[in-house]
């Protein structure tokens, strides 16, 4: 059912941590990163091929869905309720759910999690703990994107952190056209419970595998490499 919804551009939420219920949302207005518009600032950039932040993939889905569902100074409750972290936990199982995750010393200290469907990735919800976590997440995020055939970021709702990074909202018609085109592109317009839930599409590793040498067994990449694959060389 949750990837279902995600093809036809709906996502739960709960109204709280403790919540019993989840309600379906489907935005009027959609936020969504273009690939190709990823604002890198400099000091961004410098952070990055820093490499001040080890950088994995899908190292630790369950404890980044758990950091992004506590409470911080600016955000007093969450929307992620445990129904909805257990539905995400059974996606990553099944390999439709990912994470990116910052560690610093050893310490998880960012991360964003998110569902891939065909060419789409639809992030879900990102934490930070030191500065710049969250940012160096999504800046390996979209490199992942750009080198792996991705089509649509989709980042649910605007706010003042993702228009920063060149997030843009657009319109409910005009976001389903772009997801029609990024399900079509991967065979899953129009298709089917057990067609969304077998068809592969874009490749979240296939950085990794384009550079073979740099990369480690649990995704980690050298920041030169996000660095040239978002066009940010030095």
Request: proline residues 3%; contains cysteine; charged residues 20%.
């Amino acid at each position: 059912m949750l990837l279902r919804a995600y093809a036809v551009g709906v996502f739960p939420m709960a109204d709280g941590r403790d919540a019993d219920e989840v309600f379906w949302v489907e935005p009027k207005m959609r936020a969504i990163l273009p690939l190709n518009g990823f604002q890198v600032s400099r000091s961004l950039a410098k952070t990055i091929r820093s490499d001040r932040f080890q950088v994995t993939r899908d190292a630790a889905f369950g404890r980044v869905v758990k950091a992004c569902a506590e409470t911080q100074p600016d955000r007093p409750d969450t929307w992620i309720n445990p129904a909805i972290e257990s539905a995400y936990s059974e996606l990553h199982r099944r390999h439709h759910a990912h994470s990116i995750e910052c560690w610093q010393d050893g310490e998880l200290v960012g991360g964003l999690y998110g569902v891939r469907l065909g060419r789409a990735f639809f992030g879900e919800s990102m934490f930070s703990r030191v500065s710049n976590a969250s940012k160096v997440a999504l800046a390996h995020l979209v490199a992942r994107m750009r080198t792996g055939g991705f089509a649509l970021l989709d980042c649910q709702f605007m706010t003042d952190h993702l228009a920063s990074l060149g997030a843009v909202e657009v319109a409910k018609d005009d976001y389903a056209s772009l997801l029609d085109a990024a399900l079509s592109s991967a065979g899953l317009a129009g298709a089917g419970a057990g067609s969304v839930e077998s068809a592969g599409g874009a490749d979240l590793a296939a950085l990794e595998r384009l550079f073979t040498d740099d990369a480690d067994e649990d995704g980690t990449l050298p920041g030169y490499v996000i660095s040239q694959a978002l066009g940010q060389i030095s």
